[in-house]
T-cell receptor, first 117, second 119 residues
Framework: AQSVAQPEDQVNVAEGNPLTVKCTYS??????LFWYVQYPNRGLQFLLK??????LVKGSYGFEAEFNKSQTSFHLKKPSALVSDSALYFC???????????????FGTGTQLKVEL | DSGVTQTPKHLITATGQRVTLRCSPR?????VYWYQQSLDQGLQFLIQ???????AKGNILERFSAQQFPDLHSELNLSSLELGDSALYFC??????????????????FGPGTRLTVL
């Protein structure tokens, strides 16, 4: 079965510092990977996805993610964190045709990002 | 704003009751997905419809059912409600196509959710 793991429940960063939110994946076939962000009492907002091509994917709000096949990782990064980035971040993997799971997303447990002044 | 709408925003009901959650996908999107978010289970996929037909099923209880109508809106029906059904229910939609890429690479856009509280 496909899965993603987010090893950190919470990440604390000072404003202006770079941030990294970690994600590792386990899939059969090609990995299709996504990052979403959830603000309090809001739905999930799409940040970026990796399908194929460049290992560095750029997304919304200055976020980027680095796909690393050998380490089966897809870490979310931002060069300079803002207080307004504080939210819950989810990594997700898409079922592939091989598993016949339709288009469903399998989510990680989420990482709470706290950016402090 | 993702363009996906869900109603109602909040729903409070009693055990044993039945409720219907409604979702309108983004204009032009053919696929609709339902997810449940709870503290103990996290975000779990329930079911997917594509152009009116069921495409995939996840951890959806037999007490729950869904359908997608000809105008592509979808409804999730929850019956014989239990305390443990209290959760945030999200609808997402996607185009169902990816411009030449594999069909399952399109992006899912989520609605704001319906918070269900069962008392």
């Amino acid at each position: 079965a496909q899965s993603v793991a987010q090893p950190e429940d919470q990440v604390n960063v000072a404003e202006g510092n770079p941030l990294t939110v970690k994600c590792t994946y386990s899939v059969s076939g090609n990995p299709y990977l996504f990052w979403y962000v959830q603000y309090p009492n809001r739905g999930l907002q799409f940040l970026l996805k990796y399908i194929t091509g460049d290992n560095l994917v750029k997304g919304s709000y200055g976020f980027e993610a680095e796909f690393n096949k050998s380490q089966t990782s897809f870490h979310l990064k931002k060069p300079s964190a803002l207080v307004s980035d504080s939210a819950l971040y989810f990594c997700a993997v898409r079922d592939t045709i091989l598993t016949g799971g339709g288009n469903k997303l399998t989510f990680g447990t989420g990482t709470q990002l706290k950016v402090e002044l | 704003d993702s363009g996906v709408t869900q109603t109602p925003k909040h729903l409070i009901t009693a055990t044993g009751q039945r409720v219907t959650l409604r979702c309108s996908p983004r204009s032009g999107d053919l696929s609709v997905y339902w997810y449940q978010q709870s503290l103990d289970q996290g975000l779990q996929f329930l079911i997917q419809y594509y152009n009116g037909e069921e495409r995939a099923k996840g951890n959806i209880l037999e007490r729950f059912s869904a359908q997608q109508f000809p105008d592509l809106h979808s409804e999730l029906n929850l019956s014989s409600l239990e305390l443990g059904d209290s959760a945030l229910y999200f609808c997402a939609s996607s185009s169902g196509t990816s411009g030449g890429l594999p069909w399952n690479t399109d992006t899912q856009y989520f609605g704001p959710g319906t918070r269900l509280t069962v008392l």
